[in-house]
């Protein structure tokens, strides 16, 4: 069974940083892309930032270009979301997800497995 342990939440202020990152476990295979999403109460789950399963392609979500960066370990199963320039838009819930494809995409239905989810508080 897969399983997907998210860290590196909590709180920043304005124009800051901070990381997520997201183990991978339960299965040997894992030529499948992986991705960050975001979604708080009451609002659509929006997608964040995509990396294929060999890290040389990713996809970033127009909210955050230019400023969120993806990257992936494979050897450990890791993916890491470095958050720069942080505005209190950025608020959110962030769930890092497991596709059943190789490439990276913006579509929530093409990821099979969540995280359950870490918090970021941007604070103006």
């Known amino acids: 069974q897969v399983q997907l342990v998210e860290s590196g939440g909590g709180s920043a202020q304005a124009g800051g940083s901070l990381k997520l990152s997201c183990v991978a476990s339960?299965?040997?295979?894992?030529?499948?892309?992986m991705a960050w999403f975001r979604q708080r109460s009451g609002k659509e789950r929006e997608f964040v930032a995509a990396i294929g399963w060999s890290g040389a392609s990713t996809r970033i979500g127009d909210s955050v270009k230019g400023r969120f960066i993806i990257s992936r370990v494979t050897a450990t199963n890791t993916i890491t979301l470095h958050m720069n320039f942080l505005t209190p838009e950025d608020t959110d819930v962030y769930y890092c997800?497991?596709?059943?494809?190789?490439?990276?995409?913006?579509?929530?239905?093409?990821?099979?497995?969540w995280g359950q989810g870490t918090q970021v508080t941007v604070s103006s």
């Open positions: 339960g299965r040997t295979d894992r030529r499948y892309a």
């Open positions: 997800a497991e596709s059943f494809r190789e490439s990276p995409s913006e579509a929530s239905e093409d990821y099979a497995h």
